[in-house]
């Protein structure tokens, strides 16, 4: 059983969109807000009675740390959002060792639902249908290549631990299993996967959303459908399912209820499963015993404040006086609307989704009667987009009384927002709302990954034919510099000058030489949008004389290393170069100069938000240059990591 208390004062031990909406529900219920950030990513600290700068991104993984924090500042609970430690049990019983609670399920359910291993054995107590897995967890390839060899492909290769898609990959053959095991396993927290049969074809992924008094009373509100899907992570999310098989659904429904009884669930908690309306299979997937990042459609459904609940639950509040009527909704009726919720990412899907690093100089969301935005951005305030957190920029809600409405007004939404400054998958959003399977019904778990290329096509074509008003965006373009302009306080112009010395860093015992004065003036000024670009022409002097230079200041989340790095550029209009399309960290060179390599061979990974990513040949032949850099040194987008030498398939096969 979780503990409660009567708290006054919460640490928000999360950032980005989520954090602004847990502040907003602490607010109204009159509670001190802490709110943690890091070096350039603070705007979702705005609404908070304190912010609090940690020192690094990995603080937020920091359970001693993060503790240390609370005491310090006398703060009695923490909310931890989703992801990092919202589904540790270790964080929920060390704080509660400290006198603080983490506002959750407390460490026993953590322990029992977390993991995904424990949480199948729970469905198997309850007589819910699993899919056949390794009963238990491993980093032993043969281990695994034995199991899926028993089994049959395709399966599926899940970290214990992961989520947000990390650690998961799909092997629908034996000779692409141990590479793929290896980026699952390294992207594990605990270096542990398990096996199972994969249901893929056909398939929904459907999640049901718990609440529970931690005495026994469990109520549900409703299902998600969240099979939009790329690199197991979710693109838009719907509620309910389209299917008119109510009786399924309500099965499925039935299940996570009877679940959540058998273990007395508290707070809050989603029931995952895949469920084909077809065949009506179901199978449970796994549990996430924490707030969602799709919460916001479900509330839409219900009216009922998920955040609010949390907070009063936490408190020791019943499942009535925390929102939740005492009526009992009967799955096998729909709840009366349907929503639907689209996912805005800092992401390049023409390059495998890889992340868009950079800063966002402008945007517009959609407004109107049943749309929602929850997004940490905030007009006039310079937000980074850096390599160390998720790309979620902005969800998109839309609300209405039948699917088909939703739909108009989603393509609508789209067509009203505008990200500028990042790459984002607004385009292939709009390939999918006006796509007519989207339109028609439920699609499965494939249906993204089969069909990308097509929608991104028709999601650039809606762009393309979209209303443009260049008086619009030039007088857009004119006020968003002149906020920030403002904001900063940095006006340059004409004739202004600056001495300049650079000393070396030393240690007190050494003897340093007086530094060398210099001098810059800016004799002509192209563009000025600091902090993120400045653009002039200069004289600078030294003592040796004075020399007139082009300058260029652009703001950048890339190491220096990164930046400064010698190695080669790739061409992307040469043929035989293959450039990295995303900056990160190199995980591996996987191929030597004179190697012979097959289309799609692996020749390096990068590792971007923790995610092990593949750079691919895209065609056969001979690898004339290779990238020699260090494994861990940071890589830049565009370097080229591989030459080859196109040659006939033939001559190819006799090398190999």
Not at 327 to 347: F, K, M
Request: hydrophobic share 35%.
């Amino acid at each position: 059983m979780a503990s409660v208390s009567n708290q006054v004062s919460t640490l928000i031990k999360y950032r980005g969109e989520i954090a602004t909406r847990i502040i907003s529900s602490a607010r109204e219920l009159d509670l001190e807000c802490f709110a943690v950030y890091t070096e350039n990513d603070a705007l979702h600290t705005k609404g908070a009675t304190q912010a609090i700068k940690l020192p690094s991104p990995a603080s937020y993984l920091n359970v001693a740390e993060l503790i240390s924090v609370c005491q310090k500042h006398g703060i009695d609970a923490v909310h931890p959002g989703y992801g990092f430690l919202s589904e540790s049990s270790e964080f929920s019983w060390k704080a509660w060792e400290a006198g603080i609670t983490v506002i959750g399920p407390g460490w026993e359910i953590l322990d029992r639902t977390g993991d995904k291993l424990k949480a199948k054995l729970l469905a198997e107590e309850c007589g819910v249908p699993t899919l056949q897995a390794l009963p238990t967890p491993t980093n032993d390839i043969s281990e695994i290549k034995a199991f899926a060899s028993k089994i049959g492909y395709p399966v599926m290769i899940k970290a214990v631990d992961g989520g947000g898609g990390r650690g998961i990959r799909l092997i629908r053959s034996a000779d692409v299993l141990e590479r793929a095991a290896r980026r699952a396993i390294e992207e594990s927290p605990s270096r542990q996967v398990f096996v199972e049969k994969a249901a893929v074809d056909g398939f929904l992924h459907v999640e049901i959303q718990i609440i529970g008094d931690g005495k026994g009373d469990v109520r549900h509100l409703w299902e998600r459908q969240c099979s939009i899907q790329r690199k197991y992570q979710k693109v838009v999310e719907v509620a309910p399912c389209i299917s008119k098989k109510r009786k399924f659904i309500a099965q499925v429904i039935e299940s996570a209820v009877r679940m959540a009884q058998r273990v007395k669930y508290y707070s809050l908690g989603t029931f995952e499963f895949l469920a084909n309306p077809t065949s009506e299979e179901f199978y449970f997937l796994e549990i996430n015993p924490r707030l969602q990042v799709e919460h916001t459609i479900t509330e839409s459904l219900s009216s009922v404040d998920l955040v609010r609940a949390q907070l009063l639950l936490s408190q020791g509040a019943s499942l009535s006086s925390a929102g939740l009527s005492e009526y009992i909704r009967d799955p096998t009726v729909p709840p009366p609307l349907y929503s639907c919720q689209l996912r805005i990412t800092a992401e390049n899907a023409h390059t495998e989704w890889s992340l868009s690093v950079g800063k966002i100089s402008s945007f517009q969301f959609p407004t109107g009667n049943g749309i929602r935005i929850d997004t940490n951005l905030i007009n006039g305030q310079p937000a980074t987009i850096g390599s160390d957190f998720d790309s979620l920029i902005a969800k998109v809600i839309i609300t209405a009384p039948s699917w088909d409405e939703v739909v108009r007004k989603a393509k609508r939404a789209l067509a009203d927002t505008k990200i500028e400054g990042v790459k984002t998958n607004i385009d292939i959003l709009r390939g999918i709302v006006s796509n007519p399977d989207f339109s028609n019904g439920d699609c499965p778990t494939n249906w993204l990954e089969t069909h990308q290329q097509s929608l991104l096509a028709a999601g650039e074509k809606v762009t393309s034919s979209l209303p443009q008003s260049t008086l619009f965006s030039l007088e857009a373009t004119a006020a968003s510099q002149a906020v920030r302009a403002a904001a900063s306080g940095v006006v340059f112009s004409r004739g202004d000058a600056w001495s300049l010395t650079l000393s070396p860093k030393s240690d007190a015992n050494s003897k340093t030489e007086e530094p060398t004065p210099h001098h810059l003036q800016i004799t002509k000024l192209l563009r000025n949008e600091f902090p993120s670009f400045v653009s002039a022409e200069i004289a600078y002097t030294t003592p040796s004389g004075s020399q007139p230079y082009s300058l260029t200041l652009r703001s950048t989340t890339a190491s220096g290393g990164a930046i400064t790095s010698s190695h080669r550029k790739g061409d992307p209009a040469n043929p035989s170069h293959v450039v990295n399309p995303f900056p990160g960290k190199l995980v591996e060179i996987t191929v030597d100069e004179g190697d012979w390599v097959k289309k799609d061979d692996v020749l390096c990974v990068v590792q971007q938000m923790k995610m092990e990513l593949e750079v691919r040949s895209p065609r056969s032949g001979r690898v004339k240059y290779a990238l020699e850099a260090e494994e861990g040194e940071e890589v830049n987008e565009g370097i080229l990591v591989a030459e080859i030498e196109s040659t006939p398939e033939g001559r190819l096969e006799s090398k190999l």
